[in-house]
Protein backbone atom coordinates (compact mmCIF):
# COMPACT_ATOMS: atom_id res chain seq x y z
CA UNK A 1 0.00 0.00 0.00
CA UNK A 2 1.23 3.49 -0.62
CA UNK A 3 0.98 6.30 2.06
CA UNK A 4 -2.35 7.09 0.77
CA UNK A 5 -4.03 4.29 1.05
CA UNK A 6 -2.70 3.66 4.44
CA UNK A 7 -4.33 6.75 5.74
CA UNK A 8 -7.44 6.07 4.33
CA UNK A 9 -7.07 2.30 5.20
CA UNK A 10 -6.71 3.95 9.16
CA UNK A 11 -9.62 6.44 8.43
CA UNK A 12 -11.67 2.95 7.51
CA UNK A 13 -10.87 1.25 10.84
CA UNK A 14 -11.30 4.32 12.62
CA UNK A 15 -14.93 5.08 11.52
CA UNK A 16 -15.97 2.08 9.42
CA UNK A 17 -16.77 2.38 5.00
CA UNK A 18 -16.84 5.10 3.07
CA UNK A 19 -18.16 5.83 -0.16
CA UNK A 20 -16.89 5.57 -3.34
CA UNK A 21 -17.40 9.23 -3.91
CA UNK A 22 -15.03 9.69 -0.63
CA UNK A 23 -12.54 7.83 -1.74
CA UNK A 24 -12.51 9.48 -4.70
CA UNK A 25 -12.32 13.08 -3.59
CA UNK A 26 -9.30 11.82 -1.10
CA UNK A 27 -7.70 10.03 -4.39
CA UNK A 28 -8.30 13.40 -6.28
CA UNK A 29 -7.74 15.75 -4.78
CA UNK A 30 -5.78 14.92 -1.16
CA UNK A 31 -3.67 18.47 -0.86
CA UNK A 32 -0.54 16.26 -0.46
CA UNK A 33 -0.75 13.33 -1.77
CA UNK A 34 -4.09 13.30 -4.60
CA UNK A 35 -3.58 12.94 -8.18
CA UNK A 36 -4.12 16.07 -9.47
CA UNK A 37 -1.64 17.92 -6.44
CA UNK A 38 0.88 15.42 -7.59
CA UNK A 39 1.03 15.21 -11.42
CA UNK A 40 0.30 16.51 -14.60
CA UNK A 41 -1.46 13.88 -16.01
CA UNK A 42 -1.88 14.94 -19.52
CA UNK A 43 0.10 14.04 -22.75
CA UNK A 44 1.82 11.47 -24.34
CA UNK A 45 4.06 10.83 -20.92
CA UNK A 46 0.82 11.50 -18.94
CA UNK A 47 -1.90 9.24 -18.04
CA UNK A 48 -4.54 10.65 -20.66
CA UNK A 49 -4.99 12.66 -23.44
CA UNK A 50 -7.67 15.09 -23.87
CA UNK A 51 -9.69 17.07 -26.88
CA UNK A 52 -7.54 20.60 -26.11
CA UNK A 53 -4.57 18.82 -26.14
CA UNK A 54 -4.95 16.52 -29.65
CA UNK A 55 -5.99 19.50 -31.89
CA UNK A 56 -5.96 23.15 -31.77
CA UNK A 57 -8.88 23.49 -33.73
CA UNK A 58 -11.33 21.62 -30.92
CA UNK A 59 -10.83 24.62 -28.73
CA UNK A 60 -11.56 27.11 -31.85
CA UNK A 61 -14.68 25.81 -32.65
CA UNK A 62 -15.76 26.28 -28.77
CA UNK A 63 -14.54 29.67 -29.05
CA UNK A 64 -16.85 30.52 -32.18
CA UNK A 65 -19.60 28.46 -30.96
CA UNK A 66 -19.77 30.65 -27.57
CA UNK A 67 -19.36 33.84 -29.73
CA UNK A 68 -22.08 32.93 -32.06
CA UNK A 69 -24.89 32.24 -28.69
CA UNK A 70 -23.41 35.71 -27.73
CA UNK A 71 -24.32 37.13 -31.10
CA UNK A 72 -27.87 35.15 -30.78
CA UNK A 73 -28.60 36.50 -27.41
CA UNK A 74 -27.74 40.19 -28.41
CA UNK A 75 -24.00 40.79 -27.65
CA UNK A 76 -24.49 41.55 -24.17
CA UNK A 77 -21.13 44.01 -23.64
CA UNK A 78 -20.63 42.63 -19.47
CA UNK A 79 -20.38 38.59 -20.03
CA UNK A 80 -18.47 36.06 -18.09
CA UNK A 81 -16.42 33.19 -19.78
CA UNK A 82 -16.14 30.83 -16.73
CA UNK A 83 -14.41 27.16 -17.71
CA UNK A 84 -14.60 24.30 -15.12
CA UNK A 85 -11.34 21.90 -14.94
CA UNK A 86 -9.10 23.71 -17.20
CA UNK A 87 -6.20 21.05 -17.16
CA UNK A 88 -3.29 22.52 -18.97
CA UNK A 89 -5.11 26.20 -19.90
CA UNK A 90 -4.85 25.06 -23.70
CA UNK A 91 -8.68 25.04 -24.21
CA UNK A 92 -9.00 28.34 -22.80
CA UNK A 93 -6.20 29.83 -25.07
CA UNK A 94 -7.26 28.46 -28.21
CA UNK A 95 -11.20 29.67 -27.27
CA UNK A 96 -9.83 33.13 -26.21
CA UNK A 97 -7.55 33.01 -29.71
CA UNK A 98 -10.10 32.35 -31.65
CA UNK A 99 -12.78 34.36 -30.03
CA UNK A 100 -11.32 37.64 -31.48
CA UNK A 101 -12.93 36.99 -34.59
CA UNK A 102 -15.18 39.43 -33.17
CA UNK A 103 -13.67 42.44 -32.14
CA UNK A 104 -16.79 43.02 -29.68
CA UNK A 105 -16.62 39.79 -27.77
CA UNK A 106 -13.31 40.25 -25.84
CA UNK A 107 -14.41 43.77 -24.54
CA UNK A 108 -16.47 43.85 -21.49
CA UNK A 109 -15.05 39.99 -21.02
CA UNK A 110 -14.49 39.08 -17.64
CA UNK A 111 -12.81 34.89 -17.64
CA UNK A 112 -13.06 33.07 -14.71
CA UNK A 113 -11.08 29.18 -14.61
CA UNK A 114 -12.36 27.13 -11.95
CA UNK A 115 -9.53 24.84 -10.75
CA UNK A 116 -9.21 22.54 -7.69
CA UNK A 117 -5.28 21.62 -8.21
CA UNK A 118 -2.73 24.51 -7.12
CA UNK A 119 -0.37 23.17 -9.54
CA UNK A 120 -2.50 23.16 -12.80
CA UNK A 121 -3.59 26.88 -12.30
CA UNK A 122 0.25 27.65 -12.46
CA UNK A 123 0.19 26.10 -15.53
CA UNK A 124 -2.72 27.59 -16.91
CA UNK A 125 -1.69 31.34 -15.83
CA UNK A 126 1.69 30.67 -17.61
CA UNK A 127 -0.12 29.43 -20.85
CA UNK A 128 -2.79 32.81 -20.53
CA UNK A 129 0.21 35.02 -19.79
CA UNK A 130 -0.69 36.45 -23.78
CA UNK A 131 -4.19 37.29 -22.88
CA UNK A 132 -4.58 40.80 -21.66
CA UNK A 133 -8.14 41.16 -20.85
CA UNK A 134 -8.83 40.40 -16.67
CA UNK A 135 -8.40 36.59 -15.60
CA UNK A 136 -8.93 35.54 -12.35
CA UNK A 137 -9.16 32.07 -10.55
CA UNK A 138 -12.05 30.35 -8.32
CA UNK A 139 -12.07 27.33 -6.60
CA UNK A 140 -15.34 26.31 -6.86
CA UNK A 141 -17.81 27.13 -9.46
CA UNK A 142 -20.20 29.45 -6.40
CA UNK A 143 -16.90 31.47 -6.61
CA UNK A 144 -17.08 32.20 -10.26
CA UNK A 145 -19.93 33.04 -10.57
CA UNK A 146 -21.08 37.07 -11.00
CA UNK A 147 -24.35 38.97 -12.22
CA UNK A 148 -23.45 39.23 -15.63
CA UNK A 149 -24.68 36.90 -18.79
CA UNK A 150 -22.75 33.44 -18.05
CA UNK A 151 -20.80 31.57 -20.52
CA UNK A 152 -19.75 28.36 -19.50
CA UNK A 153 -17.21 25.54 -20.14
CA UNK A 154 -16.42 22.28 -19.22
CA UNK A 155 -14.31 20.07 -21.12
CA UNK A 156 -13.48 16.20 -19.51
CA UNK A 157 -14.79 17.75 -15.85
CA UNK A 158 -17.84 16.26 -15.17
CA UNK A 159 -16.20 12.92 -15.42
CA UNK A 160 -13.93 13.73 -12.61
CA UNK A 161 -16.66 14.05 -10.13
CA UNK A 162 -16.92 11.48 -7.41
CA UNK A 163 -19.67 9.10 -7.98
CA UNK A 164 -21.60 6.69 -5.50
CA UNK A 165 -22.47 3.17 -6.77
CA UNK A 166 -25.67 1.31 -6.05
CA UNK A 167 -25.93 -2.26 -6.58
CA UNK A 168 -29.41 -4.13 -6.94
CA UNK A 169 -29.51 -7.10 -4.79
CA UNK A 170 -32.55 -9.98 -3.84
CA UNK A 171 -33.76 -7.41 -0.91
CA UNK A 172 -33.15 -4.23 -2.76
CA UNK A 173 -30.87 -1.46 -3.61
CA UNK A 174 -27.41 -1.11 -1.30
CA UNK A 175 -24.72 1.11 -1.51
CA UNK A 176 -21.40 -0.27 -2.65
CA UNK A 177 -18.53 1.16 -0.05
CA UNK A 178 -14.73 0.80 0.41
CA UNK A 179 -13.97 -1.53 2.67
CA UNK A 180 -11.37 -3.30 4.90
CA UNK A 181 -10.70 -6.91 4.07
CA UNK A 182 -9.15 -9.58 6.44
CA UNK A 183 -5.55 -8.68 5.53
CA UNK A 184 -6.33 -4.95 6.46
CA UNK A 185 -6.14 -3.97 2.57
CA UNK A 186 -9.06 -2.04 0.88
CA UNK A 187 -11.75 -3.98 -0.70
CA UNK A 188 -15.24 -2.91 -1.95
CA UNK A 189 -18.33 -3.70 0.23
CA UNK A 190 -21.88 -3.94 -0.02
CA UNK A 191 -23.28 -1.43 2.91
CA UNK A 192 -25.76 -4.13 5.15
CA UNK A 193 -28.45 -1.57 5.25
CA UNK A 194 -30.24 -1.14 1.88
CA UNK A 195 -30.02 2.72 0.17
CA UNK A 196 -32.23 3.97 -1.98
CA UNK A 197 -30.33 5.75 -4.60
CA UNK A 198 -31.45 9.35 -5.65
CA UNK A 199 -32.18 8.21 -9.16
CA UNK A 200 -33.11 4.73 -9.75
CA UNK A 201 -34.23 3.22 -13.12
CA UNK A 202 -37.47 0.91 -13.42
CA UNK A 203 -37.14 -3.00 -13.43
CA UNK A 204 -33.14 -3.38 -12.87
CA UNK A 205 -32.35 -6.87 -12.04
CA UNK A 206 -30.50 -8.03 -9.96
CA UNK A 207 -26.88 -7.58 -10.08
CA UNK A 208 -27.68 -4.19 -11.22
CA UNK A 209 -24.86 -1.18 -10.38
CA UNK A 210 -26.54 2.69 -10.77
CA UNK A 211 -23.65 5.38 -10.52
CA UNK A 212 -24.88 8.68 -9.19
CA UNK A 213 -23.18 11.82 -8.83
CA UNK A 214 -24.18 14.70 -6.78
CA UNK A 215 -22.07 16.92 -7.69
CA UNK A 216 -22.67 16.81 -10.99
CA UNK A 217 -26.18 17.26 -10.43
CA UNK A 218 -25.94 20.56 -8.35
CA UNK A 219 -23.35 21.84 -10.65
CA UNK A 220 -25.95 21.49 -13.87
CA UNK A 221 -28.64 22.94 -10.97
CA UNK A 222 -25.99 25.97 -10.05
CA UNK A 223 -25.22 26.50 -13.98
CA UNK A 224 -28.74 25.96 -15.18
CA UNK A 225 -30.20 28.69 -12.45
CA UNK A 226 -27.63 31.37 -13.45
CA UNK A 227 -28.23 31.03 -16.88
CA UNK A 228 -31.98 31.01 -16.82
CA UNK A 229 -31.93 34.26 -14.58
CA UNK A 230 -28.92 36.23 -15.91
CA UNK A 231 -28.41 34.51 -19.69
CA UNK A 232 -25.69 33.14 -21.66
CA UNK A 233 -24.78 29.68 -22.19
CA UNK A 234 -23.05 26.23 -21.22
CA UNK A 235 -21.58 23.86 -23.48
CA UNK A 236 -20.30 20.25 -21.60
CA UNK A 237 -18.27 17.88 -23.52
CA UNK A 238 -17.66 14.80 -22.18
CA UNK A 239 -17.94 10.74 -22.53
CA UNK A 240 -21.09 9.01 -21.16
CA UNK A 241 -24.44 7.90 -21.57
CA UNK A 242 -27.56 9.13 -22.68
CA UNK A 243 -30.08 7.08 -20.45
CA UNK A 244 -30.01 6.38 -17.07
CA UNK A 245 -28.77 3.08 -16.20
CA UNK A 246 -25.71 2.96 -17.81
CA UNK A 247 -24.03 0.48 -15.30
CA UNK A 248 -20.56 0.22 -13.78
CA UNK A 249 -18.63 3.07 -15.30
CA UNK A 250 -15.93 3.95 -12.43
CA UNK A 251 -12.05 3.41 -14.11
CA UNK A 252 -8.52 4.10 -13.42
CA UNK A 253 -6.23 4.53 -15.65
CA UNK A 254 -2.50 4.96 -15.31
CA UNK A 255 -0.37 5.23 -18.78
CA UNK A 256 -2.93 5.31 -20.95
CA UNK A 257 -4.14 1.68 -19.67
CA UNK A 258 -6.71 0.74 -17.22
CA UNK A 259 -5.91 0.44 -13.68
CA UNK A 260 -7.37 -1.29 -10.54
CA UNK A 261 -9.20 1.40 -8.82
CA UNK A 262 -8.58 0.80 -5.61
CA UNK A 263 -4.87 -0.04 -5.82
CA UNK A 264 -2.39 3.02 -5.18
CA UNK A 265 -4.60 6.31 -4.82
CA UNK A 266 -3.53 9.42 -5.65
CA UNK A 267 -1.04 7.43 -8.10
CA UNK A 268 -3.48 6.86 -11.12
CA UNK A 269 -6.76 8.73 -12.51
CA UNK A 270 -9.88 7.88 -10.99
CA UNK A 271 -13.38 8.43 -13.37
CA UNK A 272 -16.83 7.50 -14.24
CA UNK A 273 -19.25 7.93 -17.47
CA UNK A 274 -20.72 11.13 -17.68
CA UNK A 275 -24.89 10.59 -16.81
CA UNK A 276 -26.05 13.08 -19.26
CA UNK A 277 -29.74 12.41 -18.18
CA UNK A 278 -28.75 13.42 -14.77
CA UNK A 279 -27.01 16.89 -15.57
CA UNK A 280 -30.49 17.82 -18.12
CA UNK A 281 -32.22 16.96 -15.38
CA UNK A 282 -30.73 19.44 -12.98
CA UNK A 283 -30.84 22.14 -15.41
CA UNK A 284 -33.92 21.69 -16.72
CA UNK A 285 -35.75 21.59 -12.90
CA UNK A 286 -34.41 24.85 -12.18
CA UNK A 287 -35.83 26.20 -15.22
CA UNK A 288 -32.83 26.57 -17.92
CA UNK A 289 -33.41 24.57 -21.14
CA UNK A 290 -30.69 22.00 -23.09
CA UNK A 291 -30.39 20.85 -26.26
CA UNK A 292 -28.20 17.39 -26.63
CA UNK A 293 -26.67 15.67 -25.72
CA UNK A 294 -25.50 14.98 -29.45
CA UNK A 295 -22.24 13.23 -30.65
CA UNK A 296 -19.03 14.80 -30.91
CA UNK A 297 -18.07 14.16 -34.10
CA UNK A 298 -21.57 15.40 -35.66
CA UNK A 299 -21.40 18.41 -33.10
CA UNK A 300 -17.59 19.30 -34.87
CA UNK A 301 -18.80 18.62 -38.24
CA UNK A 302 -21.43 20.67 -37.80
CA UNK A 303 -19.70 23.35 -36.34
CA UNK A 304 -17.23 23.30 -39.48
CA UNK A 305 -14.40 21.16 -38.40
CA UNK A 306 -13.49 19.92 -42.08
CA UNK A 307 -13.22 23.58 -43.29
CA UNK A 308 -11.11 24.68 -40.91
CA UNK A 309 -8.35 21.27 -41.47
CA UNK A 310 -8.22 22.43 -44.92
CA UNK A 311 -6.88 25.72 -43.84
CA UNK A 312 -4.72 24.87 -41.50
CA UNK A 313 -3.55 21.57 -43.87
CA UNK A 314 -2.96 24.81 -46.77
CA UNK A 315 -0.74 26.84 -44.41
CA UNK A 316 1.01 23.94 -43.47
CA UNK A 317 1.10 21.33 -45.80
CA UNK A 318 4.09 18.99 -44.68
CA UNK A 319 1.87 18.08 -41.74
CA UNK A 320 -1.03 17.03 -43.77
CA UNK A 321 -0.92 13.90 -42.76
CA UNK A 322 -0.82 14.81 -38.55
CA UNK A 323 -3.31 16.86 -38.80
CA UNK A 324 -5.79 15.11 -40.44
CA UNK A 325 -5.03 12.42 -38.00
CA UNK A 326 -5.52 14.19 -35.05
CA UNK A 327 -9.03 15.38 -36.56
CA UNK A 328 -10.14 11.98 -37.26
CA UNK A 329 -9.42 10.75 -33.96
CA UNK A 330 -11.79 13.66 -32.36
CA UNK A 331 -15.01 12.81 -34.77
CA UNK A 332 -14.57 9.10 -35.84
CA UNK A 333 -17.02 6.99 -34.06
CA UNK A 334 -14.66 4.53 -33.20
CA UNK A 335 -11.96 6.88 -31.82
CA UNK A 336 -13.79 10.13 -29.82
CA UNK A 337 -17.09 11.05 -31.92
CA UNK A 338 -19.36 8.32 -30.56
CA UNK A 339 -18.49 8.11 -26.81
CA UNK A 340 -17.85 12.09 -26.58
CA UNK A 341 -21.09 13.80 -26.28
CA UNK A 342 -21.90 17.82 -26.05
CA UNK A 343 -24.96 19.27 -23.67
CA UNK A 344 -25.62 22.84 -24.02
CA UNK A 345 -27.61 24.67 -21.28
CA UNK A 346 -29.69 27.76 -22.22
CA UNK A 347 -31.90 30.10 -21.22
CA UNK A 348 -35.95 28.97 -21.38
CA UNK A 349 -36.10 31.37 -24.80
CA UNK A 350 -32.67 31.05 -26.41
CA UNK A 351 -32.41 29.81 -30.20
CA UNK A 352 -30.93 26.30 -30.84
CA UNK A 353 -27.26 26.92 -30.97
CA UNK A 354 -24.84 25.50 -33.98
CA UNK A 355 -24.05 21.77 -33.99
CA UNK A 356 -27.57 21.06 -32.11
N1 LIG B 1 -10.58 20.46 -19.52
C1 LIG B 1 -9.22 20.01 -19.57
C2 LIG B 1 -8.82 19.10 -18.42
C3 LIG B 1 -9.67 17.90 -18.09
S1 LIG B 1 -9.06 16.99 -16.69
C4 LIG B 1 -8.94 19.37 -20.91
O1 LIG B 1 -9.87 19.15 -21.65
O2 LIG B 1 -7.76 19.13 -21.22
C5 LIG B 1 -10.04 17.54 -15.34
C6 LIG B 1 -9.74 18.90 -14.84
O3 LIG B 1 -10.68 19.22 -13.80
C7 LIG B 1 -8.37 19.12 -14.19
O4 LIG B 1 -7.96 20.43 -14.47
C8 LIG B 1 -8.69 18.93 -12.71
O5 LIG B 1 -7.71 19.48 -11.86
C9 LIG B 1 -10.02 19.63 -12.62
N2 LIG B 1 -10.89 19.23 -11.51
C10 LIG B 1 -11.27 17.97 -11.20
N3 LIG B 1 -12.15 17.98 -10.16
C11 LIG B 1 -12.33 19.28 -9.82
C12 LIG B 1 -13.13 19.94 -8.83
N4 LIG B 1 -13.90 19.26 -7.99
N5 LIG B 1 -13.08 21.29 -8.76
C13 LIG B 1 -12.30 21.99 -9.64
N6 LIG B 1 -11.53 21.42 -10.58
C14 LIG B 1 -11.53 20.08 -10.69
Not at 122 to 145: I, M, N, S
Not at 186 to 213: H, I, K, W
Not at 294 to 317: C, K, M, T, W, Y
Request: neutral net charge.
Amino acid sequence: MNPLAQRIAALIAAQGPISIAEFMTIALHDPKSGYYARQDPFGVAGDFVTAPEISQIFGELLGLWCVQVWRDQGRPSRKRLVELGPGRGTLMADILRASRAAPDFPEGLEVVLVEASPRLREAQRKRLEGWTGPVRWAERLEEALGDEPLFLIANEFFDALPIRQFVRTSRGWSERMVALDVSGSLTFALAPQPARPPRTVPDAPEGAVLEYSAAASATCQEIGRRIADRGGAALIVDYGYEKPGGGETLQAVSRHAFASVLERPGERDLSAHVDFSSLTAGAAQVGAKTCGPVPQGRFLSDLGIARRLEQLIARNPEQRDALASQVNRLVDPAQMGALFKALAILPPTAPKPPGF
